[in-house]
């Protein structure tokens, strides 16, 4: 928020109201996160997890589940969308071979099928398996609260996909 306060250029800030009651470390002093600059939450040699707000958290407990099948996973929050950092994206990628982009949105026309796109037109010969994005169906969002775990991706979902870019059989839990 700083860092968009301190642009000269409009910027949109965006942030998920279901982060609101997320508690942690944070520095005494102000701080801002320079646009275009991905955070590596976790470093692996299997799989990257390309997560966005909210679902970084899923993917960071994904690849904390994992990692007991012996599993290891990068896992990247661009933090902002435009810039895009795609070069931290890239390189883990061809570090591990292998892509899992999260993202709470649909799948048309999303950040994660734009982060796919890039990997899969600017690091294909690094790939060992196609790309997987796991999102919300290409459907409108469900008014019932009772379909929502549903519609939205989850822990379980992530893993399927880690499995599945890995070639591997899902977990017994897994969606």
């Given amino acids: 928020m700083i860092q968009a306060i ?11 109201r279901a982060l ?6 944070v520095p005494d002093e102000p701080y801002s996160i320079p646009f275009g600059q991905a955070n590596v939450l976790k470093e692996g040699n299997d799989v990257t997890i390309v997560a966005f707000g909210r679902m970084v958290s899923f993917a ?5 589940s994992v990692q ?26 061809a570090e591990t071979g292998r892509l899992v982009v999260v993202d709470e949105a649909t799948p048309r026309c999303s950040m994660a099928t734009d982060i796919v796109s ?30 929502e ?18 070639d591997k059989a899902p977990l017994n839990n897994a969606a």
């Fill in 6 to 16: 301190r642009d000269n250029d409009p910027v949109i800030f965006f942030e998920n």
């Fill in 20 to 25: 609101y009651d997320t508690m942690g470390e």
């Fill in 118 to 147: 890039l990997v899969s037109t600017n690091g294909f010969a690094t790939l060992k398996a196609a790309p997987k994005i796991v999102s919300a169906p290409h459907s409108p969002v469900p008014f019932s609260t009772a379909l």
């Fill in 60 to 64: 960071l407990t994904a690849a904390e």
């Fill in 68 to 93: 007991k099948l012996g599993i290891s996973c990068t896992v990247v929050d661009p933090r902002t969308t435009s810039p895009l950092d795609v070069e931290t994206i890239l390189e883990t990628v």
């Fill in 149 to 166: 775990p549903l519609y939205l991706p989850s822990v379980e979902k992530i893993e399927a996909a880690i499995l599945a870019v890995l």
